[in-house]
């Protein structure tokens, strides 16, 4: 029998209206639609009324040398998600739409003559589109979700969480893969006007991130400096996904939480590797960090 506790929760949340959205490109969704399914439109469908959301760059093909990934892509991907509403564009044309020569001028993170701040300016974007399509109408809650992760978990457990929380706004992320102190955007569920805005629009906030730390611009600090900029608070969800490529493989992630498990790796290290001077902790940090992260 069900509690009267969750039983309430439930009742209160079938009268919520849930968007939720996908963007970027559909590279693997034939390999990643059935976990979905099941642990992202499910929880949602059964919390209360959904909508889903899409944008997506139309690519004939992909050609990734970073990533090993080459071939035809399936243009006709998106269906699988049943879209409510829809945008398809060619890539490229969106970077008219922001500062890139001042952003580049802070430098290339990923040292690869800015391929991957591209995609990364291409990715918000997307998310920027969908979000302002959500925007129009009065959605209660809003699931960002890419389409190339094979979910793990469902989310229905942080779904109801963030239903019940007394937080008029409110961004839950996932706990793990928080580069360099920022957060984890591979997907999210966020509740109210503002924190929707300030995690679907923070292209906005990039050159801004850029002038204010003197520094290349960076996927997961940018969503932490969007987010503190408009005093969203934050949670967190154990939930976990993993990328899947072109050809369904796997990519393997880091699934650790937070600082203190980096803070023990970081005693164990010391503890049993010679010391080293400053310059080169910061020169393997960051070689750690390009090696671990992958944005694509």
């Given at each position: 029998m069900m509690s009267s506790g969750l039983g309430a929760v439930l009742e209160k949340s079938f009268a919520m209206k849930i968007a939720i959205c996908f963007f970027g490109i559909t590279r693997s969704l034939r390999h990643t639609f059935e976990s979905i399914s099941s642990n992202v439109l499910k929880p949602?469908?059964?919390?209360?009324?959904?909508?889903?959301?899409?944008?997506f760059f139309q690519l004939g093909d992909i050609n990734n040398p970073r990533s090993g990934e080459r071939g035809?892509?399936?243009?006709?991907?998106?269906?699988?998600?049943?879209?409510?509403?829809?945008?398809l564009d060619e890539?490229?044309?969106?970077?008219?739409?922001?500062?890139?020569?001042?952003?580049?001028?802070?430098?290339?993170?990923?040292?690869?003559?800015?391929?991957?701040?591209?995609?990364?300016?291409?990715?918000?974007?997307?998310?920027?589109?969908?979000?302002?399509?959500?925007?129009?109408?009065?959605?209660?809650?809003?699931?960002?979700?890419?389409?190339?992760l094979l979910y793990h978990d469902s989310i229905r457990r942080p779904l109801l969480r963030v239903v019940q929380s007394r937080n008029e706004n409110e961004v839950c992320v996932p706990d793990w893969q928080h580069w360099e102190g920022g957060l984890n955007d591979r997907?999210?569920?966020c509740k109210g006007a503002d924190a929707i805005h300030a995690y679907g629009c923070r292209v906005d906030e990039?050159?801004?991130?850029c002038e204010e730390y003197d520094a290349?611009?960076?996927?997961?600090?940018?969503?932490?400096?969007?987010?503190?900029?408009?005093?969203?608070?934050?949670?967190?969800m154990t939930t976990k996904a993993s990328r899947v490529r072109f050809d369904g493989t796997m990519k393997e992630e880091v699934f650790w939480s937070g600082s203190r498990r980096?803070?023990?790796?970081?005693?164990?290290?010391?503890?049993?590797?010679?010391?080293?001077n400053s310059s080169q902790g910061v020169e393997l940090t960051a070689k750690a960090s390009n090696d671990a992260r992958a944005l694509n």
């Open positions: 949602c469908r059964d919390v209360g009324d959904t909508e889903n959301f899409c944008h035809e892509l399936d243009r006709n991907e998106y269906k699988l998600l049943s879209p409510d509403w829809l945008q890539p490229d044309q969106c970077l008219e739409n922001y500062p890139i020569d001042r952003i580049f001028h802070y430098g290339d993170y990923w040292g690869d003559d800015f391929k991957s701040l591209r995609n990364l300016l291409h990715q918000l974007h997307s998310i920027k589109t969908v979000t302002q399509a959500v925007q129009s109408h009065d959605f209660d809650l809003v699931i960002f979700a890419r389409p190339d997907f999210a569920i990039a050159l801004s991130y290349p611009l960076h996927a997961e600090k940018l969503l932490k400096f969007a987010l503190d900029k408009m005093r969203i608070p934050i949670s967190t980096l803070e023990r790796l970081r005693r164990l290290f010391s503890q049993y590797c010679p010391p080293m």
